[in-house]
């Protein structure tokens, strides 16, 4: 969709739809008081009428409003005003952009971005409209026969800002709003895509895609042949057991200094777990297909910034592989050593997502890296420890930690720290090798984030446990796309782009 600004005196903006905000108790926002006033009060009077209060969700069309240029007027409730920030400022955008949907007009413009949202500046309002607008008429149509197409899709919508001028800012607001919105679309078509054709190899085409279509990204993929060579033995371990060969997709985006050191994301890109020979119990094993939205999210965020041609150097790593039961699968009790040098008892067969990142973790250190993210549905315990609001994230180093939870809190896609100290680390002491894969009953999350420690010593890192975040489960199951907001966010700071 396109959006464009607009400034001006709400009644005579012509279009077919305007959408305007009313507060609890029938307050009017500014732009719906002055539609009120050319109208002669009609406004107020079919808010009587039609027993509207402005609650948050309740919504009304208006038709043929006397003094106002555009065919029809859309109200949002918006709830308390006091209670406004911009989470609400969310939900009502949501809410204004799936009836727009609904109704099929030409065209639209939406007054929401004129209200002032908590304390979110210009900039963030305008994003979030972006963001939350296409998040809301995203559809995963591509494994249907037979997709339901809207007769008239809304392909502009006109963002209102009041009668001030636009500024350089609020032109930022749109254009990272859309480029963040392209980031999860794309990380949620990957995720929502079944094993079968998600597949290594398909997560490698996607990343090589990006790279045809950037000149400051080059994309490279290990084969098999090439890891081994590495000596990538934790990983070569999990795709065993599986028909797919495993892939290591390499993203090198340059866009700052050759001297500046880059940013390395590296997503867990497990294109389906069964659990391998420890397999996982049938009930909901679908879900697994989502495994590798780390990966995703790292594909998404690296479509971010070249969108935006961000000045920053920045590599994207996905180790891509699948797991499961095979003749010739890990077994518990097999001892693998991984390209570090180190040893590892693999316990249980289902904690292979660690066992895919300590070799792609090791591989990010010939990048010299100013620091190292690394992104993985990696542990049911996180779900349980945080459910689906915030990501859990656990770090070596404090002012990086400190960066991803600002990144996440600016960007409404949250994570929440969770320690990482030595007194967890006998959980994954091995009688047989340098460690083992599992650490026992207790702190499943902080236990894997200990594995990982192990092979992130000579960087500054950071860790995001998105397993409760990544997807949706229910009725209406499907891939989120978090965190690419929070990823490009960290990203936007880093290189001095951030306008919030
Ligand atoms: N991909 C799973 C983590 C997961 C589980 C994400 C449930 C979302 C929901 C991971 O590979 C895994 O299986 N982890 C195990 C680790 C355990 C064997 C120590 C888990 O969390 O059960
Ligand atoms: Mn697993
Ligand atoms: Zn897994």
């Known amino acids: 969709m396109d959006y464009v600004l607009k400034t001006g005196n709400p009644e005579k903006l012509r279009t077919s739809c305007l959408v305007v905000g009313v507060f609890e108790s029938r307050k009017l926002t500014k732009p719906a008081a002055t539609l009120d006033k050319a109208s ?19 919504s009304m069309m208006a038709y043929q409003v006397s003094g106002c240029l555009s065919e029809r007027i859309l109200l949002i409730g918006l709830g308390p005003q006091k209670k406004f920030d911009l989470s609400a400022y969310r939900k009502a955008v949501a809410s204004a952009t799936r009836l727009l949907d609904d109704a099929n007009p030409v065209d639209a413009i939406t007054c929401l971005p004129a209200l002032e949202a908590g304390s979110a500046s210009p900039y963030q309002v305008l994003r979030e409209t972006v963001i939350t607008s296409e998040e809301s ?27 001030g001028r636009r500024s350089k800012a609020m032109q930022d607001g749109v254009s990272h709003g859309r480029a963040i919105a392209r980031g999860v679309k794309l990380a949620k078509d990957l995720g929502n895509l079944p094993g079968n054709l998600c597949t290594p190899d398909y997560l490698a085409s996607q990343a090589r895609s990006l790279g045809r279509k950037s000149s400051a990204l080059t994309v490279r993929v290990l084969s098999e042949k090439q890891m081994k060579t590495l000596g990538m033995g934790a990983l070569l371990s999990v795709s065993r057991g599986s028909r797919q060969p495993a892939r290591l997709v390499v993203m090198e985006y340059k866009g700052g200094k050759s001297t500046q050191k880059p940013v390395v994301l590296v997503g867990k890109g497990l ?79 289902d904690a292979e997502g660690r066992l895919i990142l300590s070799d792609a973790l090791t591989y990010a ?39 991803v939870l600002a990144a996440g809190q600016t960007a409404g896609d949250r994570a929440w720290r969770l320690p990482l100290w030595d007194d967890y680390q006998e959980q994954i ?72």
């Open 137 to 163: 008429l995203y559809r995963f149509d591509q494994c249907k026969s037979n997709p339901k197409v809207s007769k008239r899709p809304l392909k502009k919508l006109g963002l209102f800002i009041g009668d």
């Open 40 to 58: 002669g009060g009609a406004l107020s009077s079919i808010l009587k009428q039609g027993d509207f209060e402005g609650d948050a969700g309740q």
């Open 271 to 349: 294109t389906f777990d069964a659990g391998g020979i420890s397999l996982k119990p049938a009930a909901g094993m679908d879900e697994m297909k989502y495994d590798m939205c780390g990966g995703a999210s790292v594909i998404g965020t690296m479509a971010a910034c070249t969108e935006l041609k961000l000045p920053i150097n920045f590599i994207g790593i996905v180790p891509a592989s699948e797991n499961l039961p095979d003749g010739d699968a890990n077994k518990p009790g097999d001892i693998v050593t991984s390209m570090s040098g180190q040893t590892i008892e693999i316990l249980n067969t």
């Open 365 to 403: 250190e010939r990048y010299q890296p100013a620091a190292v993210i690394d992104i993985a549905t990696l542990t049911g315990a996180c779900v349980i420890a945080l459910g689906a609001h915030a990501s859990g994230l656990l770090s070596n180093d404090d002012t990086l930690a400190e960066q």
């Open 429 to 500: 002491d091995s009688r047989f090798a340098d460690m083992a894969n599992i650490g026992g009953k207790g702190a499943g999350t902080i236990t894997a984030a200990c594995f990982l420690s192990r092979f992130t010593e000579k960087f500054s890192w950071a860790h995001l446990d998105i397993a409760g975040t990544a997807w949706k489960s229910g009725a209406r199951k499907g891939s989120t796309g978090r965190p690419v907001p929070l990823l490009t966010q960290f990203l936007l700071t880093h290189c001095g782009k951030d306008v919030s």
